[in-house]
């Protein structure tokens, strides 16, 4: 009996436990499955756009710091999120801080971070600083000399002003009369600058440089500085309230040039001119005395090293 057991047993071959046969997918099986599947898909977009909607400007917390110059208030900011308000949602921080730079002239830097789990979101503002005034000459045949400037129509060429920072990035477009404690630099050419946009001119950023000069090496100069004509490298025209008459310098000389710009003025030297205008004289061939010096001084050239000369028109 023993041995018919065993037998048996050899017989019915070895046992699979991890073998399992395949299943048949009928109809109904295949439903119930797509069924699931669909619900959870609904679900999940459901709870998705609950969570968005919960993300609106009516339940969340605005925290916005503004450092700098402060031009802006918090209802700008505002104002500009929610003109965006889709986009601001589901776009990253760079390009809400994109977004802000771009629509708000006066933003140099803006640091954006969203908290969903709060429903908060932070903007860190550094705004740009006014520098200087641009005085910009927009003509139809781009650069003019002087004698085509006295020849072209009026009507063909315009003025228009702007405040830029130390970079001549356009802040805003302003009359002439606003903010004249600030330096004006004049400019010409025949693209209009853009409000938020840089100043590409050459003469523009010349007369930057020519301010951050004098802002490191002759700050009290800046109180009474005028204007800056830089168009002409080797002829730039520098108007200064204590003197009647423009400064010529040149940029390969500009240190120099102010430097002695800086003396003339603190040694009263034109004060000195106009009372030897008065005692010193020169005889003509008929014996009659004869002013030397000029009735008045149109220019004072600071473009050399050791030696100054003032020019002017005589009777």
């Keep these: 009996m023993n041995t018919t057991n065993v037998r048996k047993r050899r017989n019915d071959g070895p046992q699979h436990r991890i073998f399992k046969p395949k299943r048949i997918r009928t109809p109904r099986y295949r439903t119930r499955r797509l069924i699931i599947y669909g619900t959870f898909v609904v679900t999940l977009m459901f709870l998705m756009k609950l969570f968005v909607g919960l993300f609106d400007f009516k339940h969340v917390h605005v ?49 954006v971070s969203k908290n969903y789990a709060k429903r908060q979101l ?64 004049l400019d010409e050419g025949i693209h209009i600058p853009k409000v938020g946009k840089q100043i590409k001119s050459g003469t523009t950023h010349r007369g930057i440089q020519i301010l951050k000069h004098i802002n490191a090496k002759k700050p009290e100069m800046r109180k009474i500085l005028k204007s800056i004509d830089a168009r002409v490298s080797d002829k730039i025209i520098i108007d200064i309230k204590n003197l009647p008459m423009p400064v010529w310098i040149s940029s390969d000389m500009l240190e120099t040039g102010l430097h002695n710009v800086g003396l003339f003025i603190k040694q009263n030297g034109l004060l000195m001119l106009q009372q030897q205008k008065y005692n010193l004289y020169i005889k003509n061939p008929k014996g009659k005395k004869v002013k030397q010096l000029p009735e008045q001084y149109t220019y004072l050239d600071c473009r050399y090293e050791d030696t100054l000369f003032i020019g002017g028109d005589s009777r």
């Design 63 to 111: 925290n916005i710091n503004l450092t700098g110059n402060s031009h802006y208030t918090e209802g700008h900011i505002f104002d500009v999120l929610g003109d965006n308000l889709q986009n601001i949602i589901t776009d990253t921080e760079s390009k809400t801080s994109t977004y802000l730079k771009d629509n708000l002239s006066y933003i140099k830097d803006a640091y």
């Design 122 to 185: 932070s903007v860190e503002i550094t705004e740009r600083k006014p520098f200087a005034r641009v005085k910009y000459i927009v003509s139809s045949d781009g650069k003019l000399n002087d004698i085509e400037k006295k020849n072209t129509n009026v009507n063909q060429m315009s003025e228009s002003f702007y405040l830029i920072d130390e970079v001549g990035h356009v802040l805003e477009s302003i009359k002439n009369e606003k903010l004249t404690h600030l330096t004006l630099i």
